[in-house]
């Protein structure tokens, strides 16, 4: 086959989506397919590697680093140039319209559904944007062959509209994330650390919340940031005199990982996080996770490994008390625990279940 990726919002500071499209594109090359992957960037580029041709197209700079496509030209030329079997799209935007495109040329079309957009838009928002998102959805539907989710709440966004939904999770680098040889015991300091980025919808702001409540509540705790968004000055604000440190990017996988492990609870409290990529990192370093009580996040975690609850303060303060002394009580019983839940979950798994849906799409074998 010959896949084409396509995608927004992507940078060199990029978290969960540009990790899925590389994850899974890497998987696609390996499996023997050829893989076109556009991007927005500064100028227009064409790059060639082991894990297939980048097509970087001219995009618009927009708030917090990241860059949209608006001019298609560069897009249709790039796809005329390579041929795609199949397109997988990562936009509802300005992308949104390479499924109409696709069909008109007899290709087969994929949109991968990466956020809750009802959710998330009227959060940021503050008002419900939902009718709106749904009326969207509903076109999207009908221009699109398959819809892609990842969890259940993610599949929530496309009730009442035609899509032909296929659930695909994503995974976890279980090499890179792997317990620690030599790890800290638990003690009374319950150290904390948050991983994504600092986006006011990505929700840093209840994780630090929850450390002020302890903090205040006079349970000894610090709070680790770790990431950059355009919301990094608000939140230092927002902590004020709570025991947290920001760290800013953090680059490197194995740096990610290191800081995993010598934390006692992974903090991944977004209500509207529509899978988790920060949870199964956490859960494969050995770190068991407190989040909210409903989104993907929740889904990818049971009793054995996790603690969860609404999304306040008081809460989720609660549930992280809860899970320390847990680990208190048995360290490994936990943190192997979060190891095995998080083994469930595999990129090769992952691209299997893609390459299936371009399969059936592309009417190849």
């Known amino acids: 086959m010959r896949i084409a990726q396509l995608a927004n919002f992507v940078g060199p500071t990029s978290g969960g989506m540009r990790r899925a499209i590389d994850q899974l594109g890497q998987r696609y090359v390996a499996a023997g397919h050829e893989r ?41 030329e790039a796809l005329e140039r390579f041929g795609p079997t199949s397109v997988e799209v990562s936009d509802k935007w300005t992308l949104a319209g390479i499924g109409p495109w696709a069909r008109r040329h007899g290709i087969g079309s994929i949109l991968f559904s990466h956020e809750r957009l009802d959710d998330m838009a009227s959060d940021f928002l503050r008002f419900d944007v939902r009718p ?60 904390l650390i948050h991983a994504g980025r600092m986006s006011r919808e990505k929700y840093p702001q209840l994780a630090i919340a929850a450390a002020a409540e302890l903090s205040r509540r006079g349970v000894p705790v610090e709070l680790t940031m770790a990431g950059t968004g355009p919301h990094v000055t608000w ?5 004020d005199e709570a025991p947290v440190r920001f760290l800013g990017y953090v680059d490197g996988r194995d ?3 290191r800081l995993y492990g010598e934390a006692d609870i992974s903090l991944s409290v977004a209500p509207t996080e529509t899978f988790g990529l920060a949870v199964l990192e956490a859960l494969a ?12 996040a929740r889904e990818l975690v049971d009793s054995t490994c996790a603690e969860w609850a609404a999304p306040r303060a008081s809460e989720l303060a609660d549930a992280v008390q809860r899970l320390h002394g847990r680990l208190l009580s048995d360290p490994e019983g936990l943190r192997g625990a979060a190891r095995s839940r998080a083994e469930g979950y595999s990129w090769d798994t992952s691209a299997q279940l893609m390459l299936a849906v371009h399969q059936d799409v592309s009417g190849t074998s």
């Open 235 to 239: 939140l230092r604000g927002l902590a």
């Open 36 to 76: 076109l992957l556009v991007i927005p960037g500064p100028e227009d580029r064409m790059t060639e590697s082991a894990a297939g041709i980048v097509a970087q197209v001219r995009g618009a700079r927009i708030t917090g680093g990241y860059r949209i496509i608006l001019a298609m030209g560069g897009v249709l």
């Open 255 to 257: 740096e990610l990982a």
């Open 132 to 191: 709106l998102v749904h009326v969207r959805n509903r076109a999207l539907a009908r221009v699109f062959d398959r819809v892609v989710v990842t969890t259940e709440y993610s599949a929530g966004e496309w009730a009442d509209t035609s899509a032909h939904l296929e659930t695909v999770p994503l995974g976890v680098d279980l090499e890179t994330f792997r317990p620690r040889a030599a790890r800290r015991a638990p003690g009374t300091v319950v150290r």
């Open 285 to 296: 370093s050995g770190t068991p996770v407190v989040t909210a009580d409903r989104g993907g």
